[in-house]
């Protein structure tokens, strides 16, 4: 495989793992989190979550399946990449 699929990788997983990281920094946790700041913290109700925070779960999971796509797939890189020098 081309060396350029590589960098590829390693870049979407920088920008996967920079988004995961704001990502679930937004999330409200028990004690508010930083979704509050946004007023996310404003609509709490003891149905459920609010739409914003749904939204913000579902992008949190597509990113972390794109992360470990990545993951997994520069992985299998390298290891096509050793097994053909040897």
Known sequence: MPIWFAYTLIVLLVITSILLTLLILLHRGKGGGLSS??????????????????????????????WFAAIIGLGLWLRLQMSGTA
Do not use: I
């Not at 913290?41 to 794109?66: H, I």
């Open 37 to 66: 700041m946004f007023g996310g913290g404003v609509s709490s109700s003891l149905a459920g979550s609010s739409v914003a925070e749904k939204n913000l779960d579902r992008y949190t999971v597509l990113v972390g399946v794109v």
